[in-house]
T-cell receptor, first 108, second 113 residues
């Protein structure tokens, strides 16, 4: 059983469309992180959210941490082919656990 | 600008063989981790270390052993490889624990036949 549940598992959209990826848990986290992984490479950190209700923006990416600190979402506005990749959320206490990931494909 | 370096990058093993994956980091990080990544399973923690000379079990430790004799190195050993250990292995490091950025290596592709 995954501590962090991500949905959807796969997402394929046309360039210019918007998308949202969700990360949910029954546990409360002190912080959650989002990583992006491209084929043949290791994951790379995008953002860390710490405060319940926090919203962080990274260019066209918007990250939100739920008020209860049990869930998070990633929203991409006007997706581009360069946004294609595996998006992973991660959280934990002594050690970090990862969700199964959402594979995003943006078609040109 | 090395960061986290894993060797080897690719390896094919026969069932029952042993091997060691080497991870080296040059960022003076305290914490180091070994994850495996399988389709649909995300990254699962095998073992981790919070400092030189210490190791601890993660979610899926069976069939693996680790050692952290030097702060910059974290070794993952498979004593008797099984086909179920076919996977992509990622080493990672961080300054401290959760909340800090975790830096990953590029991965080691292991196939056990």
């Amino acid at each position: 059983t995954q501590l962090l549940e991500q949905s959807p598992q796969f997402l394929s959209i046309q360039e210019g469309e918007n998308l949202t990826v969700y990360c949910n848990s029954s546990s409360v986290f002190s912080s959650l992180q989002w990583y992006r992984q491209e084929p043949g490479e290791g994951p790379v950190l995008l953002v860390t959210v710490v405060t319940g209700g926090e919203v962080k923006k990274l260019k066209r990416l918007t990250f939100q941490f739920g008020d209860a600190r049990k869930d998070s979402s990633l929203h991409i506005t006007a997706a581009q082919p360069g946004d294609t990749g595996l998006y992973l959320c991660a959280g934990g206490f002594t050690k970090l656990s990862f969700g199964a990931g959402t594979t995003v494909t943006v078609r040109a | 600008n090395a960061g986290v370096t894993q060797t080897p990058k690719f390896r094919v093993l026969k069932t029952g063989q042993s091997m060691t994956l080497l991870c080296a980091q040059d960022m003076n990080h305290e914490y180091m981790y070994w994850y495996r990544q399988d389709p649909g399973m995300g990254l699962r923690l095998i073992h981790y270390s919070v400092g030189e000379g210490t190791t601890a079990k993660g979610e899926v430790p069976d069939g693996y052993n680790v050692s952290r004799l030097k702060k910059q190195n974290f070794l993952l050993g498979l004593e008797s490889a099984a086909p179920s250990q076919t996977s992509v292995y990622f080493c990672a490091s961080s300054y401290r624990g959760t909340g800090n950025t975790i830096y990953f290596g590029e991965g080691s592709w292991l196939t056990v036949v």
